[in-house]
């Protein structure tokens, strides 16, 4: 056989290999309303610039039927390519062949493929669409195969070994494509962002068989591990999806708001946005009544470069906003209070999702702006005595603050009282930057509550208890004037108009864009309380 020949042949052997299970099994792919693993890797890459790893790959023997069939890939699309110019590496699990179950191959390839993404410094995405493990290839007989290991890794022999490896390190994203059960399901949990696509992507520990096998209780695959459960419940979804087009394009936008990995910064583009740009229309965003809540969202659109903000994690936690936008181009990390949502309390789950967007922020060099308007939290004894441990989260987003060495700006619009000052970062956790609205209030409590333990005997017996209390409030208010006694205290540098909202942070994301990292100890890692 000359070359001619063998080329001839090579090519034939791809062009088989590359239809994934074949016409019948794409045809219910696409009845399912799913795109096949090839269609989704098309679609997250830039046109023509995908190179597949591991083509030929077949999954180990393994003494049962199943081996007589043929599975091109072990089910796996691997490789690289560019998403808007930048090099990603992904993998994608093949539905259409033995429903992309994992096996020992496939595991070998993607924590191959994870390993090269970490040495190279580039991203990596994960298209999950999986039955869960094949139990064949778990039964089957070990000399029918060869032990796995990755060089580099320290030994690991799973795949899921290569995801904590690489956290912080490169941006790890995961998007939920189909059903991902058992053992599949850590890998996703443990990379740095989650997008679900509702309704047909499900994540659990168990099936619903599995579960009905032990537990004798019929569940749905919705009520177990559905996309809106994880939106909603769970927190395990930072971005929920309709289509895998839709999924797809999201992946490719967040992309573009991170580094290739840990050494570099995002990168800066010309949105075309005016830095200098005033908003009038902001003078007329906080209520006069205290007790009506403002729209943080028009706030956040109105300082950003051309309104445009990505938010991570609407649906769960909502009393707190997170998300990615850019200010003169730079992508920034924004944490914001929301008011129109149980008045922006701080509780259990606004310090989880807080502390881990403030620590995904700090490991790919993103800084960070806190937009604070909250009561802080607001106690019960439900609260207090719950199973969660609410002192245990309120910590989280304290840790992250004090441990980031990103620049890290702190607004208050209107009100943070209490514990919010330190979940929201104050001038001794080593933020870089105090700024208030003249609406901003930074106390202990609110005015009502700090008369009554101030000046309680003097209530207690009073003949008009209620007119002794109000004279109490306005005495405070006039004395202890916010936001200028904080400024006085200097827990606030400067006071700002609103329109200059913009222009003032932008200025100083500039200065501190230099900023150098503070000399620390050397230390193995820090030690949060999960």
Avoid at 167 to 193: E, H, K, N, R, V
Avoid at 242 to 266: I, T
Avoid at 387 to 401: C, D, M
Wanted: with cysteine; aromatic share 8%.
């Amino acid at each position: 056989m000359d070359m001619k020949q063998k080329a001839l042949r090579l090519a034939t052997v791809k062009a088989r290999f590359g239809h994934g299970g074949g016409p019948e099994a794409i045809k219910r792919q696409h009845a399912a309303g799913k795109l096949t693993a090839w269609e989704r890797v098309e679609l997250l890459f830039d046109p023509g610039t995908f190179e597949e790893l591991d083509l030929l790959t077949r999954p180990f023997r393994t003494g049962f039927e199943i081996d007589n069939r043929e599975i091109p890939r072990d089910a796996m699309i691997t490789g690289y390519g560019e998403i808007n110019g930048r090099t990603v590496y992904a993998a994608a699990h093949d539905y259409t062949l033995a429903g992309g179950s994992q096996a020992s191959t496939q595991m070998m390839k993607l924590a191959k493929v994870i390993e090269q993404a970490r040495n190279e410094g580039y991203p990596y995405v994960g298209i999950i669409d999986s039955g869960g493990r094949r139990l064949q290839d778990r039964l089957g007989k070990f000399g029918y195969r060869v032990p796995i290991c990755i060089d580099g890794c320290g030994g690991g022999q799973l795949d899921m070994f290569s995801p904590p490896i690489a956290s912080g390190i490169i941006p790890q994203i995961s998007l939920m494509l189909g059903p991902c059960y058992a053992g599949a399901a850590y890998i996703p949990m443990m990379s740095d962002f989650l997008i679900f696509r509702r309704k047909l992507s499900f994540m659990s520990i168990a099936s619903p068989a599995l579960l009905k096998a032990v537990t004798f209780q019929e569940v749905s695959q919705d009520e177990i591990g559905g996309a809106l459960l994880h939106a909603t419940t769970t927190g395990s979804c930072d971005i929920l999806t309709d289509s895998d087009e839709e999924a797809l394009q999201k992946c490719r936008k967040l992309l573009g708001f991170l580094p290739s990995n840990w050494k570099e910064k995002p990168p800066i583009i010309d949105t075309g946005d005016n830095p200098a740009r005033r908003d009038e229309k902001l003078m007329g965003l906080v209520p006069q009544d205290p007790s009506q809540p403002m729209d943080m969202h028009r706030l956040i659109t109105s300082i950003v470069d051309n309104g445009e903000f990505f938010e991570i994690g609407s649906l769960w936690a909502p009393n707190i906003i997170t998300g990615y936008a850019r200010m003169a181009g730079r992508t920034v990390g924004i944490v914001a209070n929301n008011p129109m949502e149980a008045h922006g309390s701080l509780d259990a789950n606004t310090c989880d999702k807080e502390a881990h967007f403030v620590r995904t922020c700090d490991c790919f060099n993103v800084p960070l702006i806190f937009l604070v308007d909250t009561p802080g939290f607001l106690p019960s004894l439900e609260q207090e005595q719950s199973r969660e441990g609410l002192e245990r989260h309120a910590a989280k987003p304290v840790f992250a603050i004090c441990e980031a060495s990103v620049p890290r700006i702190v607004l208050y619009i209107r009100k943070c009282y209490g514990a919010a000052r330190l979940v929201m970062g104050s001038r001794g956790m080593g933020v870089d930057s105090v700024l208030a609205w003249p609406s901003g209030e930074l106390r202990a409590m609110d005015l009502e509550s700090m008369a009554r333990q101030i000046y309680k005997k003097e209530i207690a017996s009073a003949n008009k208890a209620d007119e002794v209390l109000a004279s109490k409030v306005k005495f405070l208010e006039e004395q202890y004037e916010e936001p200028y006694n904080s400024a006085g205290l200097m827990a606030i540098e400067d006071i700002i108009s609103p329109p200059t909202t913009r222009a003032v942070l932008i200025n100083r994301l500039k200065r501190l864009s230099k900023k150098q990292h503070a000399t620390r100890p050397w230390k193995k890692q820090s030690l949060i309380r999960l």
